[in-house]
T-cell receptor, first 113, second 114 residues
């Protein structure tokens, strides 16, 4: 299974952009990169996903390198409520068309006032 | 639109017992996956169901099983509980098996085995 590597923790000042890196050097050509976050052991919350192109939604932007071996999640104006564990995940194809999310250890992002 | 509903939220069981957890997906979602989260191992994939068929299975012993009903609701069962089965069990639903669809997670069932 394609694995991801993330820094265990990061800090960011409130109001600044938070840039969370992820390495997925073994990703296959048809595997998507997903980002989720988890707050206080609630269920993970979907943020964004992409295959090759950069993506943006109301929550964040996702920048994927041309060789697809790494990506960066950008939270443009971080708030205290963005403090969470952020998971960079590769959606791996299984048999019979099934999928699974392969979670790493994630990055604990702390937004400081 | 209601989210993914998991019941019960908390459960305490004794070693050797069995337990059944329930998950109701978002209306219209046909894929249901289960994950186990522990402090030591993180989030690990258990299995995925689609159209009442198990499509994918993680590396867990046979004591862990599941099923999906015709209305897409899913249950997972753990038999002969061990202390190490104490974890947050998360259910996630998706409209289809396509990689371009995200999963929506429920709040989980926290199981404590004593």
């Amino acid at each position: 299974d394609a694995k991801t590597t993330q820094p265990p923790s990061m800090d960011c000042a409130e109001g600044r952009a938070a840039n969370l890196p992820c390495n997925h050097s073994t990703i296959s050509g048809n595997e998507y990169v997903y980002w989720y976050r988890q707050i206080h052991s609630q269920g993970p919350q979907y943020i964004i996903h992409g295959l090759k192109n950069n993506e943006t939604n109301e929550m964040a932007s996702l920048i994927i390198t041309e060789d697809r071996k790494s990506s960066t999640l950008i939270l443009p104006h971080a708030t205290l409520r963005d403090t969470a564990v952020y998971y960079c995940i590769v959606r791996v194809a299984g048999s019979q068309g099934a999928q699974k999310l392969v979670f790493g250890q994630g990055t604990r992002l702390t937004i400081n006032p | 639109k209601a989210g993914v509903t998991q019941t019960p939220r908390y459960l305490i069981k004794t070693r050797g017992q069995q337990v059944t957890l329930s998950c109701s997906p978002i209306s219209g979602h046909r894929s249901v996956s289960w994950y186990q989260q522990t402090p030591g191992q993180g989030l690990q994939f258990l299995f995925e169901y689609f159209s009442e068929t198990q499509r994918n299975k993680g590396n867990f012993p046979g004591r862990f099983s599941g099923r999906q009903f015709s209305n897409s609701r899913s249950e997972m069962n753990v038999s002969t509980l061990e202390l190490g089965d104490s974890a947050l069990y998360l259910c996630a639903s998706s409209p289809m098996l396509d990689r371009n669809y995200g999963y929506t997670f429920g709040s989980g069932t926290r199981l404590t085995v004593v």
